[in-house]
Nanobody, 125 residues
Framework: QLQFVESGGGLVQPGGSLRLSCAAS????????IGWFRKAPGKDHEGVSC????????YYADSVKGRFTISRDGAKNTWYLQMNNLKPEDTAVYYC??????????????????WGQGTQVTVSS
């Protein structure tokens, strides 16, 4: 069964950086897209960035373009989200998911039935 463990969140000042990690259980994900999603209080889940493991295509939400970078370490079955120039509006619990859809479709849908534990990111001075 596929499971993810998200980590790397924390409290950071505006303008700071964090790198989130998403470690997957031993499950064949070569044909999947992996996505980072977030949920802020009072808001729905939002697709932040998604990547296709097969061709490397990526998608970024407009709100994070130029600031966030998604990457993969295939040997470790781990995905990362490098977040730079963080803003208070980035405050949320961040989750990862897998899907067979292409990155843009996956990120724009965000309608997954269940979510893992996630990792809290708080951007505040």
């Amino acid at each position: 069964q596929l499971q993810f463990v998200e980590s790397g969140g924390g409290l950071v000042q505006p303008g700071g950086s964090l790198r989130l990690s998403c470690a997957a259980s031993d499950f064949p994900l070569d044909y999947y897209s992996i996505g980072w999603f977030r949920k802020a209080p009072g808001k729905d889940h939002e697709g932040v960035s998604c990547i296709n493991n097969r061709d490397g295509n990526t998608y970024y939400a407009d709100s994070v373009k130029g600031r966030f970078t998604i990457s993969r370490d295939g040997a470790k079955n781990t995905w990362y989200l490098q977040m730079n120039n963080l803003k208070p509006e980035d405050t949320a619990v961040y989750y990862c998911q897998a899907d067979l859809a292409v990155p843009q479709a996956m990120c724009l849908w965000a309608g997954f039935g269940s979510w893992g534990q996630g990792t809290q990111v708080t951007v505040s001075s």
